[in-house]
């Protein structure tokens, strides 16, 4: 992941959009990677990098008209990727540890074991 493009094409087309008070910039994330914290790799570090940096800019943005959002993907847990995960290292995958619990009560994406 290259952090540092998605900086310098954010400087170079917010100024315009906040000039006419209109825009959208995306970023795209995944969120898979912090569900395994005791992993410490770079994907993870760019990932939070780029988290922080479109925090950063849509604190710039705001009130200009332009926003300033990133997406976070995941996995969707079905038979293949639950396989999949299983046969990595996982054998007590993250949505196994809140089934029954709803998006509310961990927000999606963010089941932890009690």
């Not at 910039?25 to 569900?35: H, K, L, P």
């Not at 994907?43 to 988290?51: D, F, K």
């Not at 300033?68 to 396989?83: L, R, Y």
Request: with cysteine.
């Amino acid at each position: 992941m290259e952090v540092s493009a998605a900086v310098r094409l954010t400087r170079a087309y917010l100024p315009g959009m906040t000039r006419r008070g209109r825009g959208r910039i995306q970023y795209i994330a995944s969120d898979w990677r912090g569900r395994h914290p005791g992993r410490d790799d770079p994907l993870r570090h760019a990932e939070t990098a780029l988290l922080a940096v479109s925090r950063g800019f849509a604190k710039e943005a705001a009130g200009t008209g332009v926003t300033v959002n990133s997406v976070i993907t995941g996995p969707t847990p079905t038979g293949g990727v639950e396989d999949f995960v299983y046969e990595l290292d996982d054998k007590d995958p993250p949505w196994t540890r809140c089934s029954g619990s709803s998006c509310e009560e961990t927000g999606p994406g963010r089941c932890r074991s009690g």
